[in-house]
C-alpha cells in the first residue's frame, strides 16, 4: 500500500524559512517522479517543485524559483522542500505527490498518489 505523508507545515513571518518532509511507503524514490503541488483558498492548484527519479532534473514554478529547493533522500525514502525567503502569498496547503511504476495484469502503467497536504501560514 503507498502512502506519503507530509510533515514541516506550520506559522512562520515573512522573510523565515520552512522545511516540509514527504516520507514515501510502498513505493520506490529511485523510480520515481516527485512533485511539491500547493493550493489557497479560492485558488486553483499549483505545481510548486519536481525532481526526477534520478534525482538531477528538477523545475520550479516562476513564482518560487530562486526561493524554492525540492531534494530527495533515496535512502530515507524521503523527499524535502526548503523554503526560504517566505511570502504572504506563499501561504497555502501543500501536497506531495508521486508518480510511480506499477504493473498491474502483466503490463505497466504510471499511478498517482497523494498526501494529505500540510498547511504553511506566512503571516506577521
Known amino acids: 500500500q503507498v502512502q506519503l505523508v507530509e510533515s514541516g507545515g506550520g506559522l512562520v513571518q515573512p522573510g523565515g524559512s520552512l522545511r516540509l518532509s514527504c516520507a514515501a511507503s510502498g513505493i520506490t524514490l529511485t523510480t520515481s517522479i516527485m512533485t511539491w503541488y500547493r493550493q489557497a483558498p479560492g485558488k486553483e492548484r499549483e505545481l510548486v517543485a519536481r525532481?526526477?527519479?534520478?534525482?538531477?532534473?528538477?523545475n520550479y514554478a516562476d513564482s518560487v524559483k530562486g526561493r524554492f529547493t525540492i531534494s530527495r533522500d533515496n535512502d530515507l525514502n524521503t523527499v524535502y522542500l526548503q523554503m526560504n525567503s517566505l511570502k504572504s502569498e506563499d501561504t497555502a496547503v501543500y501536497y506531495c505527490?508521486?508518480?510511480?511504476?506499477?504493473?498491474?495484469?502483466?503490463?505497466?502503467?504510471?499511478?498517482?498518489?497523494w498526501g494529505q497536504g500540510t498547511q504553511v501560514t506566512v503571516s506577521s
Open positions: 525532481i526526477s527519479s534520478a534525482g538531477v532534473n528538477t
Open positions: 505527490s508521486a508518480a510511480a511504476p506499477m504493473k498491474l495484469f502483466g503490463s505497466w502503467k504510471l499511478n498517482n498518489y
